[in-house]
Nanobody
Framework: QVQLVESGGGVVQAGGSLRLSCAAS????????MGWFRQAPGKEREFVAA????????YYADSVKGRFTISRDNAKNTVYLRMNSLEPEDTAVYYC??????????????????WGQGTQVTVSS
């Protein structure tokens, strides 16, 4: 398994952009799919985006399609989430996780593990 540390969160105005990073420790990073999730106050954690081990296949929640881009650099053991055209509704703590189960592409949180500590993203209107 891997250990994950997110970074790159902050406060941004609506319409702005941020890039989140998730650094992984361990030599098996490139073996796993990776995902980004978010949790707003009072809400359940929800799927944002996922990427397969090679970076060739990506999946997105409908709410972020066309605005967010997930990518990975296996040489750097890092997965990224580029967020453009941010909206106040994107305000949440963002988490990355490793997709250990074969159904990771569904975005089901139960298919992921080794959750990071999260990074706060706040979008002001």
């Amino acid at each position: 398994q891997v250990q994950l540390v997110e970074s790159g969160g902050g406060v941004v105005q609506a319409g702005g952009s941020l890039r989140l990073s998730c650094a992984a420790s361990g030599r098996t990073f490139s073996s796993y799919a990776m995902g980004w999730f978010r949790q707003a106050p009072g809400k359940e954690r929800e799927f944002v985006a996922a990427i397969n081990w090679s970076g060739y296949n990506t999946y997105y929640a409908d709410s972020v399609k066309g605005r967010f881009t997930i990518s990975r650099d296996n040489a750097k053991n890092t997965v990224y989430l580029r967020m453009n055209s941010l909206e106040p509704e994107d305000t949440a703590v963002y988490y990355c996780a490793a997709g250990y189960s074969t159904n990771w592409y569904t975005g089901n949180t139960a298919a992921f593990g080794s959750w990071g500590q999260g990074t706060q993203v706040t979008v002001s209107s």
